[in-house]
Every structure is written in C-alpha cells, then in structure tokens.
C-alpha cells in the first residue's frame, strides 16, 4: 500500500505542466471504467464534448457483467445509455488546469437523473475519474424488482479518463 501511494505521488508530481481537466469549447474526454451498485458491477464507457468554457454534453453507458445471485435478468435489465449535460467547476473555482469538478444532469433508458464526477489529468492525455449518480425521477414508478433496480440506484463509477485534442 505504502509503494502504491508513493508511485501515485511521483505520477502526481511528474505530471506535465500542460494537464487540463477541462478546457472549454471544443474540449473532448473518453473515459472508461468501472460502473459500481447494489447487486452488480460492470463497465461503464462515456464521451463528452465541451459546447461553451463552462458547459459539456454528452453519452454515457453501462453495462452490468456480474450480478447478484439469484437475479434473473437479461441484457435490457443490464445495459443503460443516457445522455448527459455538464457543469465544468474545476475552472470557475480555480483549483488547478488539471482538475475539473462537473455535477449534471442525465437522461437515459430507465431513468432521470443527476450525477457529479471529478478528473484529475496526470499529463495531456491521460487521467483519472470518478462519478456517483442517482435517479431523480424513475419511469417505472411501481415497486422494481433487483433485477429492474440495476441501472436505477446510486451508481459509482471509477477509471480511466483520455483527453482527445
């Protein structure tokens, strides 16, 4: 554990003076990673396109590879896509080019909801993320099954972020 942070203090001071989180109008971010809930984990995929200096949209999806036992459920219970529209703070507040704090908003297959996720760049290309998000407002409003549930909770997601220039 000990070898781990020092690695990741030396990736953190090494980085490249030219690291952005978010750099407005025309940016482009790929991440990947891991999609975390109750009762299943999976993968996650998202891809955001920076409209204004504060403003992104987006399409993000996931899909559940390992459930829980006893969960019957097929590949529509498994897979959400939504697309997505977010705030960049990192700049506002003024912390540092290679960070960026972004709460949004979503719209997807099963659900309305609201996400916030950091980044942290190391060098030009390469980061890291993480995300929660959590429905607003379900389109199924009965009681979900634990299969129907997947995709419509608290969500936590965590990887890889890639600047495209």
Known sequence: ???YLVFLLILIGTAEIFAQGYSGKGDQKFQVGANLQDNGTGITASYDYGLGENIS???TSTYSLGIG???DSGARERFDAKARF???LGPVMGISDRFDL????DL???NFGFHTGARYFFSEGFGVF???G???ARYDTGDLSPAEELHNQFTVNLGASFNFL
């Open 1 to 3: 554990m000990k070898s």
């Open 57 to 59: 949209i987006g399409a």
């Open 69 to 71: 036992s006893g969960l």
């Open 86 to 88: 977010s705030a960049h």
């Open 102 to 105: 972004y709460p949004g908003l």
């Open 108 to 110: 997807g297959l099963k």
């Open 130 to 132: 993480t995300e929660l």
């Open 134 to 136: 959590f429905p607003i």
